[in-house]
């Protein structure tokens, strides 16, 4: 049975960590009504549908209608958690926001999230999850050396600063409602979410074990043990050789004599770069992952998205499924089991939604 099974949640169409945090609120077993556009939302709002959308049931509303807005606050009256991404004042505005929800519902849980927060000088600008990332400092490690920032797609920002965070104060804030009655407002910013998740590198910093220079540190390509390296047949490999049997493993599948190639001498990695770099571009990618395939030296393929699906590894374990489109699998499991992907429910309208909900 899956774990979020009889819990029901509204979620009011975006873009983004709001949607992305409604699918894996889904795969959980949560019934998600997801309240769309009922003008259709513009060019950018189905983008990723096929499978950001999975799961749930897709219900048109007019916010602007004072009926259909009636409607939705019915729906909320029997809901036990809301999720939206709109600017700060506009659920308010609407006459949905949280006070206007409690009203009906006190056990409630509203969770809201953005890129800048609910309070801030910045909180009614727009923006993206570049510009967002741009202010925690993360953004500034991404990249090489001497050149601009490269953002890390939207996974920071989006989803992990935002669709991530939501995701866990809501369920938080739902474990305590039952135990209270009461709900909470959950104030999930996109930019105190990616902060978070940086938080490993203010305490390596304050050891001295940090730089602001990119591509000079442990974890940012700067290590010739932890980075990326082209193969001769234009594909990757992974290296990630942090501890010292990882990297005298290395060492050792590379031909290299550890005296020539001390791992925690700074001064030494950039020439360790280059002497790295012509190794692995003597072999294809593939060799080299057999090569030091039952060695511990960690070094693994970069795959692409369409030979992540076909890796053995994953084949085994059931990370992928395929729909109509091979998409990733729900996670995390439980008992060891991967949830199913819910099969796609046929829209319905506000007034059937409400005859199964109340």
């Known amino acids: 049975m899956p774990p979020l099974r009889g819990v029901r949640i509204l979620e009011f169409d975006g873009l983004g960590p709001v949607t992305f945090a409604g699918m894996m609120l889904a795969d959980l077993g949560a019934e998600v009504l997801r309240l769309t556009r009922a003008d259709g939302g513009g060019v950018f709002q189905d983008v990723g549908g096929a499978v950001l959308h999975r799961g749930r049931?897709?219900?048109?509303?007019?916010?602007?209608?004072?009926?259909?807005?009636?409607?939705?606050?019915?729906?909320?009256?029997?809901?036990?958690?809301?999720?939206?991404?709109?600017?700060?004042?506009?659920?308010?505005?609407?006459?949905?926001?949280?006070?206007?929800?409690?009203?009906?519902?006190?056990?409630?849980?509203?969770?809201r999230v953005t890129g800048w927060g609910q309070t801030g000088p910045l909180a009614h600008q727009v923006g993206h999850d570049i510009n967002y990332i741009g202010l925690t400092g993360v953004l500034h490690a991404m990249g090489e050396p001497d050149r601009p920032p490269r953002p890390p797609l939207n996974l920071v920002g989006d989803y992990g600063g935002g669709a991530m965070m939501l995701a866990v104060g809501v369920l938080a804030a739902l474990v305590e409602a039952r135990t209270t009655g009461r709900g909470r407002v959950v104030d999930a910013a996109m930019?105190?979410?990616?902060?978070?998740?940086?938080?490993?590198?203010?305490?390596?910093?304050?050891?001295?074990?940090?730089?602001?220079?990119?591509?000079?540190?442990?974890?940012?390509?700067?290590?010739?043990?932890?980075?990326?390296?082209?193969?001769?047949?234009?594909?990757?490999?992974?290296?990630?050789?942090?501890?010292?049997?990882?990297?005298?493993?290395?060492?050792?599948g590379l031909d290299i004599d550890p005296a020539e190639a001390p791992q925690h001498d700074p001064a030494a990695w950039p020439g360790l770069h280059d002497r790295f770099a012509a190794i692995f571009a003597t072999r294809d990618r593939d060799d080299w992952a057999d090569r030091f395939a039952a060695t511990e030296a960690c070094v693994t393929p970069v795959l692409t998205f369409v030979e992540a699906a076909a890796h053995p590894h994953n084949r085994a374990r059931?990370?992928?499924v395929e729909t109509g489109i091979v998409q990733p699998a729900p996670a995390p499991r439980f008992d060891g089991e991967t949830a199913p992907v819910s099969a796609d429910r046929p829209a319905e309208t506000l007034d059937q939604a409400l005859a199964r909900w109340t």
Do not use: Q
Request: hydrophobic share 45%; with cysteine.
């Open 57 to 111: 049931t897709a219900v048109p509303v007019d916010l602007k209608s004072p009926e259909d807005r009636e409607r939705v606050l019915a729906l909320a009256a029997s809901a036990d958690a809301v999720i939206e991404g709109f600017r700060p004042g506009v659920m308010e505005r609407l006459g949905l926001g949280p006070d206007d929800l409690a009203a009906r519902n006190a056990r409630l849980v509203y969770g």
């Open 191 to 252: 930019t105190d979410g990616a902060g978070l998740l940086a938080a490993l590198f203010p305490a390596l910093t304050a050891r001295g074990l940090w730089s602001e220079r990119r591509g000079a540190n442990l974890l940012d390509g700067g290590a010739p043990f932890y980075r990326c390296y082209a193969c001769r047949d234009g594909r990757f490999v992974a290296v990630g050789a942090l501890e010292p049997r990882f990297y005298a493993a290395l060492l050792a």
């Open 318 to 320: 059931g990370a992928h």
